[in-house]
């Protein structure tokens, strides 16, 4: 069997915005009954929180909408994921144009922008590390549109 499609998440620090992506599309594919067909992961562009389980807020936020992330571990992202992964999303526009500078000549990754998936014109999830409750909630709505919008692209068999 082919191997299947894999998107890789991407922040800064894979405690917040990525791991939260992580889980949200695990879920809506496991919920489409497509989880087969992709391979999920994320990982962060910085190192300050290698091992570490996500924020406090970001489980209890991902969990307020039925989605379990408590046991996901932060990682930073190396360069094998370049050949790993078909699809690298990222959170925002300073973590897109940090992962191209890293992205090998070699590597045939797709590297995008989260949100350009969730077909609402906005490019960024603000980061809510330094933010409220309301901000998490904020992220958290603007991932899951875009984690919606890939179930239907695998959906339509377009991956
Ligand atoms: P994330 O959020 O990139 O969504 O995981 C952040 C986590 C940690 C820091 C910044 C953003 N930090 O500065 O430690």
């Given amino acids: 069997m082919a191997r299947p ?8 620090g894979n405690i917040c915005r990525s791991p939260t992506a992580e889980g949200v599309l695990r879920a809506r594919l496991q919920a ?11 990982a962060g562009t910085g190192d300050s929180h290698l091992g570490q389980a996500p924020d406090p807020r970001a489980i209890a936020c991902a969990a307020g ?3 379990d992330i408590s046991m996901l571990r932060a990682r930073r ?21 940090e992962a191209r500078i890293r992205k090998p000549r070699t590597s045939h990754a797709q590297v995008e922008l989260l949100l350009d998936w969730a ?6 999830v603000p980061d ?9 909630e904020h992220a958290f709505r603007l991932i899951d549109a875009a984690a919606q919008g890939i179930v239907e692209r695998v ?4 991956f």
């Fill in 5 to 12: 499609f894999s998107i890789l998440m991407l922040c800064l």
């Fill in 32 to 42: 489409a009954g497509l989880d087969g067909r992709v391979h999920v992961d994320s």
């Fill in 65 to 67: 909408h039925g989605v």
């Fill in 77 to 97: 992202l190396a360069l094998e994921d370049f050949d790993a992964f078909d699809l690298i999303l990222c959170a925002d526009r300073t973590i897109l144009h």
């Fill in 119 to 124: 077909g609402q014109g906005k490019k960024d």
């Fill in 128 to 136: 809510p590390y330094y933010g409220t409750v309301r901000d998490f």
């Fill in 155 to 158: 959906r339509q068999g377009r």
